[in-house]
């Protein structure tokens, strides 16, 4: 098949997702085209025969300085690559503005147009989309792509919760590669603190629904108990509160920031614990690394979490917001070898039977095929 993929470029779990995707789906014969505003930070720039970048244009114009025609320059661009590469699917990962300009490229194009699945990720359904500037939209891109998948029940629910859409939806959980998150891949040695320091580690964006005063907070529960050191990668709008939480703590000295990472596989393999107690996730794709990694996970219930960690098994969930359960929780496992140990075990072992790139990446292959009428 040719196949079309759009994403946001930048850092974030859709991102990823969208770009694993492409290489997976070139991997087994089919033509990738990605179309985005920039190189996505996952796609491998070295030559593949089957794998295409094609950027969208800016367009310099002083009545454009504060209003970029993005949408109409993305909805062109798709289009263009459409025709020329005989895309038989145009697939967008994030709804707004992804899917409202395959809408329209499918417009531009008439009859030889794609078919159009878009797969909704989670903030473009429980915050974007539901904003009542956008909510209409985002339904309008629901009910009128050719197919819609989402990365979890949780956010099935969501998504029937908040648009009432006019169509199925199919659950299409999201992925990893065992040969990139697996429990040997040490090569990077995060930097050793004190010796038998227990090495904690989050990762994300930066942003409110992450809960970072919480992470901190369990950081210092678990830090006052035993040695330990925290290890924060990512950047966002929270950062500067981390900072000034960690001071307020004295915490200075047991904190590292990493920043953004290309590759979090070696630092996730080194780690010991991963806290990832947002308010929710759609799915919550750093758990899914970590556990693959054999890093157990303090998670928060409710939401996509609970459908990757198997509370007792291989991490603890509770209700956000309760860091006094969430610290007792971390506590419990790093300072018993065994139940760790069992706990490595059974994350690396429920991930891959359950979200294996060659388990997911088919069942695409037959929504593609299904919508084709093939
Ligand atoms: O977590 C974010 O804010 C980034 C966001 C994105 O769109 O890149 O992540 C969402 O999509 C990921 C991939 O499907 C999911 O693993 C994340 O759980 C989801 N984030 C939220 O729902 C908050």
């Not at 709008?237 to 307020?248: D, L, S």
Request: proline content about 4%.
């Amino acid at each position: 098949m040719n196949i079309g993929i759009t994403c946001y470029p930048t850092f974030g779990g859709s991102g990823t997702v969208a770009t694993n995707l492409g290489h997976h789906l070139a991997k087994r014969g089919h033509n990738i085209h990605f179309v985005s505003s920039a190189l996505p930070y996952k796609l491998k720039y070295t030559y593949n025969e089957r794998i295409r970048f094609h950027e969208v244009e800016q367009v310099n114009y002083p009545l454009f300085i504060d209003n970029s025609p993005y949408v109409l320059l993305l909805a062109s661009k798709m289009a263009e690559v459409a025709a020329d590469a005989k895309l038989d699917i145009m697939h967008v990962h994030y709804a707004i503005p992804h899917a409202v300009a395959a809408l329209l490229c499918g417009q531009m194009m008439g009859k030889k147009r794609p078919k159009i699945v878009t797969t909704l990720h989670g903030t473009d359904v429980t915050l974007i989309g539901s904003l009542a500037s956008l909510k209409g939209m985002t339904k309008f891109s629901i009910d009128n792509s050719d197919g819609v998948t989402v990365v979890s029940e949780y956010l099935l629910r969501k998504t029937i919760e908040v648009f009432d859409p006019e169509r199925e939806i199919k659950v299409i959980t999201n992925f990893f590669d065992p040969a990139d998150f697996n429990r040997d891949k040490k090569e990077a040695n995060l930097r050793p603190g004190v010796k038998g320091e227990k090495k904690i580690i989050h990762i994300s964006n930066f942003r409110k629904v992450k809960r970072i005063p919480d992470v901190i907070e369990i950081f210092r529960i678990i830090s006052s108990n035993i040695p330990a050191r925290l290890y924060l990668v990512g950047e966002g709008p929270e950062t500067c509160v981390a900072r000034e939480i960690i001071r307020k703590h004295s915490l200075t000295d047991k904190v590292e920031f990493l920043g953004p990472l290309y590759d979090i596989a070696p630092v996730l393999s080194n780690a010991d614990l991963l806290l990832q107690v947002s308010d929710h996730e759609s799915f919550g794709l750093t758990s899914l690394e970590a556990l693959a990694c054999g890093v157990p996970v303090i998670g928060t219930s409710g939401s996509g979490i609970s459908e990757v960690v198997d509370d007792g098994q291989n991490g603890f969930l509770s209700t956000p917001g309760d860091t006094v359960k969430m610290g007792a929780d971390a506590l419990k496992l790093l300072s018993d070898t065994a139940l760790w140990s069992s706990f490595s075990a059974n994350g690396a072992e429920s991930t891959i039977k359950r979200f294996a790139a060659d388990k997911i990446i088919g069942k695409y292959e037959s929504f593609y095929n299904d919508i084709l009428g093939r």
